[in-house]
């Protein structure tokens, strides 16, 4: 292919004019870069916090953040004026597998209410788990709903070759 002096000029001067053209700045609207959860992944139910006697009550959606990167299940204490943690439990254990090339959904509170005539939070999840906690001893216990345990290891007997 034989390129000639003229097409030479169109190509220059069009390289020329694509260069000075003006970048366009990012859109204000574009998502940001990264996010806790996966484009797949259904965002947790907006649950709204529970008030006591200067104490809030919530789900731990920082948890996932952190380096055991448990997603749903906690629910955390906090002195509703400076939002200091005071304690936080496991109220259900989430069998989400971040090994698993596919993973597993995250199991999120769906609903969270004082428990009448009792110092608790009932707190049902987005399988039908339902629980309460107590607020003073922090135990737990599944009412009703699906079995959130994960099994017990068993052991691996299969011969070693290494």
């Known amino acids: 292919m034989m390129i000639t002096a003229g097409a030479t000029c169109l190509l220059l001067a069009c390289a020329g004019a694509a260069a000075s053209e003006p970048v366009q700045p990012p859109r204000e609207t574009e998502p940001p870069m990264s996010s806790p959860l996966s484009a797949s992944e259904m965002s947790p139910p907006v649950v709204a916090a529970l008030v ?13 953040r952190r380096a055991d990167a448990v997603r749903g299940g906690w629910l955390v204490a906090r002195d509703a ?3 200091h943690k005071l304690w936080e439990v496991e109220v259900y254990p989430n069998p989400c597998d971040a ?6 959904p995250a199991i999120w509170f769906a609903r ?3 428990a009448d005539g009792a110092d608790a939070v009932v707190i049902e999840n987005t399988v039908g788990g339902r629980y309460e906690v107590d607020l003073r001893t922090h135990a737990v216990r599944q009412t009703a709903g699906p079995s ?3 099994p017990e290891a068993k052991p691996d007997n299969r011969p070693s070759f290494d």
Do not use: I, K
Not at 54 to 60: A, F, K, S, T
Not at 99 to 104: E, I, L, M, R, T
């Open 112 to 114: 969270m209410a004082f």
């Open 52 to 64: 006591r006697d200067g104490v809030r009550y919530e789900q731990d959606l920082e948890r996932q």
């Open 81 to 83: 004026a400076s939002g």
């Open 99 to 104: 090994a698993s090339p596919v993973g597993s």
């Open 148 to 150: 959130t345990r994960v």
